[in-house]
């Protein structure tokens, strides 16, 4: 069993910044690629970040050089800085994990963490 968990959301006024942080743990054998989606009310989940275990990252167009996804300092930790937050940022944030697990027999699957709240203030 694998599970993911969020933690750095908060409210900031617009043009500041917050750092999301998520941990995977559990019977991980390797992770394929993490990453970021937001779901703003009444809008569909959108994928804001991810990075891959080669390093390769792939941004939303509209968080392009204002937003950063990398890996933690700890094993199985992805890391999203995010600078000149703009309102239109304000959504629920997901951490998304591609894993390989492992039990009686090794298998991947996608996990998602529970969710943090980021609003940004005009």
């Known amino acids: 069993q694998v599970q993911l968990v969020e933690s750095g959301g908060g409210l900031v006024q617009a043009g500041g910044s917050l750092t999301l942080s998520c941990a995977a743990s559990?019977?991980?054998?390797?992770?394929?690629?993490m990453g970021w989606y937001r779901q703003a009310p009444g809008k569909q989940r959108e994928l804001v970040a991810t990075i891959a275990s080669d390093g390769n990252t792939n941004y939303e167009e509209s968080v392009k050089g204002r937003f950063t996804i990398s890996r933690g300092n700890a094993k199985n930790t992805v890391i999203l800085q995010m600078n000149s937050l703009k309102p239109e940022d304000t959504a629920v944030y997901y951490c998304?994990?591609?894993?390989?697990?492992?039990?009686?027999?090794?298998?991947?699957?996608?996990?998602w963490g529970q969710g943090t709240q980021v609003t940004v203030s005009s």
């Open positions: 998304n994990g591609i894993i390989r697990a492992y039990g009686i027999m090794s298998y991947v699957a996608t996990y």
């Open positions: 559990g019977n991980i054998l390797s992770i394929n690629s």
